[in-house]
């Protein structure tokens, strides 16, 4: 096996700065919010505190989103955010706008099934 295409030692620089102990901080919240998305989906349990539904499919990427498929149909698509202050309202608008990308490219007549959610650790 091949290991890693990303050199380590440019990790640990990046991780150094301020900026990227943030951003990897982000991405550790966000990949243990996919995982206990996995786990809700794993045991057809749903997870007391995130969602109602149980998801039969999860798309995780490395944008801070998880998207998750529900048996009934609808798509639920999180934004993970580590840090304060995300549901002050310019913070918020941010996280919307995000959104906006996967709402455009549902077609018009799915965009009923789209749910919208953001997970904080504020």
Same mark, same amino acid.
């Given at each position: =096996?091949?290991?890693?295409?990303?050199?380590?030692?440019?990790?640990?620089?990046?991780?150094?700065?301020?900026?990227?102990?943030?951003?990897?901080?982000?991405?550790? +919240?966000?990949?243990?919010? $996919?995982?206990?998305?996995?786990?809700? =989906?794993?045991?057809?349990? $749903?997870?007391?505190?995130? !969602?109602?539904?149980?998801?039969?499919?999860?798309? +995780?990427?490395? !944008?801070?989103?998880?998207?998750?498929?529900?048996?009934?149909?609808?798509?639920?698509?999180?934004?993970? #955010?580590?840090?304060?202050?995300?549901?002050?309202? $310019? $913070?918020?608008?941010?996280?919307?706008?995000?959104?906006?990308? #996967?709402?455009?490219?549902?077609?018009?007549?799915?965009?009923?099934?789209?749910?919208?959610?953001?997970?904080?650790?504020?």
């Amino acid at each position: =096996m091949s290991p890693f295409p990303v050199d380590p030692e440019r990790l640990q620089r990046l991780a150094a700065t301020r900026g990227g102990r943030v951003a990897l901080g982000g991405f550790e +919240y966000q990949r243990a919010f $996919a995982l206990l998305r996995l786990v809700s =989906m794993l045991v057809g349990q $749903a997870v007391r505190g995130t !969602a109602t539904e149980v998801p039969v499919w999860l798309r +995780y990427e490395w !944008a801070e989103d998880v998207d998750e498929l529900a048996a009934d149909g609808r798509v639920t698509l999180w934004q993970c #955010k580590l840090g304060d202050n995300w549901t002050a309202p $310019a $913070a918020l608008a941010g996280v919307l706008a995000g959104f906006a990308p #996967k709402w455009l490219w549902t077609p018009a007549a799915d965009r009923h099934r789209l749910q919208f959610r953001l997970v904080t650790s504020d």
